[in-house]
């Protein structure tokens, strides 16, 4: 049979499944006896990430798992041979494969992998592995007025952390294929505006005079006729707390009530806390539903999911907020996204504190490492950038259902050095700008060739385990990690709240920095002038070129711009 190239990318699960496929086989012909029984097969297989495991092996099926497929763990010479002749779309090409003490080993054949990955740009790898359809509108309940719009200095920071991962979560969902909407929509010239700009949020806004009565009185009017609506034999039931009032007595003539508990029992919903009861409809209610109406009706696609970022405090409330709408005649999917409080020890800080806090260490940090040239308009962005990220991977670095600690005091400072978050990350981003500007200047002074086409190199030379793990734990897994937050949009059954893993960006950019740190500080990549090293030297280019791209695709996601030189 003729051997053509399959031109998908390559990608880490679907390798998975075809190890899993030829493991198993059929399973009449490879299992021992017919009471067997057999693990799933996502469970069967293994991807490694340390360097210390990748020097001898890319994939393990543990000896356990052999052990419930064939008597005594023996693999058969025809499952032997399927495994290593694996191939299949996306599945990453084998060069070898043996049982050993701690199970079935197999190694990628790393050479035709980095040709594969990077003789074509890698921008296969940047961008996720499919495009989704829908619409999302992000409901940030810390914007809405209560009565008044927010202030920076009313901004608690757990509250922040919700505006930021909803920021997060657009660009996300953006990448991915769908519409976003934000909502609230704010007014142009507010200080919260100004606030969220410094740290690159872009959320949308209205003229200072613009109004919304329209679309109040008409959510107003659909609550009224609503069938959820108490009628007044009903009226002295308890109304449900979490921010609603209750009417004293003697007041309940005119007060609209709606019974939220019937509206989420009869419609079938799950999830929601069954003490929210019967709740007193006020103005501020009908005005974020006003703004949710506003939002969608922006959508142009059948498949509209509203999905509400709120702090832990909130939850309550904005729960009595979705069954409003619902009880208003909304259909929308709606999902919860609860974010864990932000403490901070020993102090209390609102949300323009903290950031006035950082932004001064990082001035001071700034100052102590490069001297008198932090000044003028470059440094002023630069800081305002480092700064940005210092707050966004402090706040989203972690799970968001989970508490989040701050050091805030004073003398903490922010460091320019170390593993430390966002810092880190825009340093070693940074770091790869300042090398391709030192291999251009290279080229100017006729040091170094321009870079060949990716089919003129030789991709045999990347031998450096460093080289292997950024390419098999950063640049192969990306596209799949970009495409989890979609995923679990979709998941049905899983009740109000959805849990997304919002801080593997993050996570995923500072562990690339460490390995990056670790690989440059270890390999000289702009070697000697010599004609017999250029290979080398342009397949470490190629290499770094796309982990620059990945930096800049992954920094995209938090609405950071790279920083070229520090």
Same mark, same amino acid.
């Given at each position: 049979?003729?051997?053509?190239?399959?031109?998908?990318?390559?990608?880490?699960?679907?390798?998975?499944?075809?190890?899993?496929?030829?493991?198993?086989?059929?399973?009449?012909?490879?299992?021992?006896?017919?009471?067997?029984?057999?693990?799933?097969?996502?469970?069967?297989?293994?991807?490694?990430?340390?360097?210390?495991?990748?020097?001898?092996?890319?994939?393990?099926?543990?000896?356990?798992?052999?052990?419930?497929? =064939?008597?005594?763990?023996?693999?058969?010479?025809?499952?032997?041979?399927?495994?290593?002749?694996?191939?299949?779309?996306?599945?990453?090409?084998?060069?070898?494969?043996?049982?050993?003490?701690?199970?079935?080993?197999?190694?990628?054949?790393?050479?035709?992998?980095?040709?594969?990955?990077?003789?074509?740009?890698?921008?296969? =790898?940047?961008?996720?592995?499919?495009?989704?359809?829908?619409?999302?509108?992000?409901?940030?309940?810390?914007?809405?007025?209560?009565?008044?719009?927010?202030?920076?200095?009313?901004?608690?920071?757990?509250?922040?952390?919700?505006?930021?991962?909803?920021?997060?979560?657009?660009?996300?969902?953006?990448?991915?294929?769908?519409?976003?909407?934000?909502?609230?929509?704010?007014?142009?010239?507010?200080?919260?505006?100004?606030?969220?700009?410094?740290?690159?949020?872009?959320?949308?806004?209205?003229?200072?005079?613009?109004?919304?009565?329209?679309?109040?009185?008409?959510?107003?009017?659909?609550?009224?006729?609503?069938?959820?609506?108490?009628?007044?034999?009903?009226?002295?039931?308890?109304?449900?707390?979490?921010?609603?009032?209750?009417?004293?007595?003697?007041?309940?003539?005119?007060?609209?009530?709606?019974?939220?508990?019937?509206?989420?029992?009869?419609?079938?919903?799950?999830? =929601?806390?069954?003490?929210?009861?019967?709740?007193?409809?006020?103005?501020?209610?009908?005005?974020?539903?006003?703004?949710?109406?506003?939002?969608?009706?922006?959508?142009?696609?059948?498949?509209?999911?509203?999905?509400?970022?709120?702090?832990?405090?909130?939850?309550?409330?904005?729960?009595?907020?979705?069954?409003?709408?619902?009880?208003?005649?909304?259909?929308?999917?709606?999902?919860?996204?609860?974010?864990?409080?932000?403490?901070?020890?020993?102090?209390?800080?609102?949300?323009?504190?903290?950031?006035?806090?950082?932004?001064?260490?990082?001035?001071?940090?700034?100052?102590?490492?490069?001297?008198?040239?932090?000044?003028?308009?470059?440094?002023?962005?630069?800081?305002?950038?480092?700064?940005?990220?210092?707050?966004?991977?402090?706040?989203?670095?972690?799970?968001?259902?989970?508490?989040?600690?701050?050091?805030?005091?004073?003398?903490?400072?922010?460091?320019?050095?170390?593993?430390?978050?966002?810092?880190?990350?825009?340093?070693?981003?940074?770091?790869?700008?300042?090398?391709?500007?030192?291999?251009?200047?290279?080229?100017?002074? $006729?040091? =170094?060739?321009?870079?060949?086409?990716?089919?003129?190199?030789?991709?045999?030379?990347?031998?450096?385990?460093?080289?292997?793990?950024?390419?098999?734990?950063?640049?192969?897994?990306?596209?799949?990690?970009?495409?989890?937050?979609?995923?679990?949009?979709?998941?049905?059954? $899983?009740?109000?709240?959805?849990?997304?893993?919002?801080?593997?960006?993050?996570?995923?950019?500072?562990?690339?920095?460490?390995?990056?740190?670790?690989?440059?500080?270890?390999?000289?990549?702009?070697?000697?002038?010599?004609?017999?090293?250029?290979?080398?030297?342009?397949?470490?280019?190629?290499?770094?070129?796309?982990?620059?791209?990945?930096?800049?695709?992954?920094?995209?996601?938090?609405?950071?711009?790279?920083?070229?030189?520090?």
């Amino acid at each position: 049979m003729e051997n053509i190239e399959d031109p998908s990318p390559l990608r880490i699960t679907p390798t998975v499944r075809a190890l899993s496929s030829a493991l198993r086989g059929k399973r009449d012909s490879d299992r021992g006896n017919g009471d067997r029984v057999f693990p799933e097969p996502e469970k069967l297989w293994f991807k490694e990430s340390s360097a210390k495991n990748l020097r001898n092996r890319d994939f393990l099926s543990p000896t356990t798992m052999l052990n419930t497929l =064939y008597a005594d763990g023996q693999v058969p010479p025809v499952v032997m041979s399927r495994v290593l002749s694996l191939h299949g779309s996306g599945v990453l090409p084998v060069a070898g494969g043996e049982v050993m003490g701690e199970g079935l080993r197999v190694r990628v054949d790393r050479a035709a992998a980095f040709r594969t990955v990077l003789a074509d740009g890698a921008t296969e =790898y940047l961008k996720p592995s499919s495009q989704r359809q829908g619409c999302v509108v992000l409901n940030c309940p810390a914007l809405h007025p209560r009565p008044n719009t927010p202030t920076p200095d009313t901004l608690g920071l757990g509250q922040l952390r919700t505006v930021l991962l909803a920021d997060h979560m657009g660009a996300l969902l953006r990448r991915q294929g769908f519409t976003v909407f934000f909502c609230p929509t704010l007014p142009k010239d507010s200080d919260i505006s100004a606030f969220l700009r410094a740290l690159g949020v872009d959320w949308p806004t209205a003229p200072a005079n613009w109004t919304n009565e329209e679309r109040e009185e008409k959510i107003q009017e659909a609550l009224e006729s609503s069938p959820y609506r108490e009628k007044e034999m009903e009226r002295g039931r308890r109304t449900s707390g979490g921010g609603v009032r209750s009417a004293e007595e003697g007041e309940d003539e005119g007060v609209l009530r709606v019974n939220l508990k019937r509206a989420f029992q009869e419609e079938g919903l799950l999830g =929601y806390d069954p003490s929210l009861g019967t709740c007193t409809v006020h103005r501020d209610s009908v005005s974020h539903l006003a703004q949710l109406d506003l939002s969608t009706s922006d959508c142009k696609v059948a498949i509209v999911t509203a999905l509400h970022v709120t702090s832990c405090q909130d939850e309550f409330r904005q729960q009595q907020i979705a069954m409003l709408w619902r009880a208003s005649g909304a259909k929308h999917t709606q999902r919860h996204l609860v974010c864990g409080p932000v403490k901070t020890p020993g102090s209390h800080l609102t949300a323009a504190q903290y950031l006035q806090l950082r932004r001064g260490q990082m001035k001071e940090a700034s100052e102590m490492k490069y001297g008198d040239q932090v000044e003028g308009q470059t440094w002023d962005d630069i800081i305002k950038v480092m700064t940005s990220a210092t707050v966004r991977f402090e706040l989203l670095s972690t799970v968001h259902t989970s508490p989040v600690t701050l050091d805030v005091q004073k003398e903490g400072g922010v460091s320019t050095k170390g593993p430390r978050g966002g810092v880190f990350v825009m340093y070693n981003c940074a770091r790869l700008h300042t090398l391709f500007d030192s291999y251009e200047r290279g080229v100017d002074k $006729g040091l =170094y060739p321009e870079i060949p086409e990716g089919s003129q190199l030789d991709f045999s030379s990347l031998k450096e385990e460093g080289e292997w793990l950024l390419l098999f734990n950063y640049l192969v897994p990306f596209s799949e990690l970009l495409d989890q937050s979609g995923q679990a949009l979709d998941c049905e059954g $899983g009740g109000a709240r959805v849990n997304i893993k919002t801080e593997q960006i993050c996570k995923f950019l500072v562990s690339l920095s460490k390995d990056f740190s670790s690989y440059y500080n270890r390999v000289h990549v702009l070697g000697e002038p010599l004609p017999h090293l250029f290979n080398q030297m342009f397949c470490r280019l190629y290499l770094l070129r796309a982990l620059r791209e990945l930096y800049h695709s992954a920094l995209d996601t938090l609405n950071l711009p790279p920083i070229r030189q520090l």
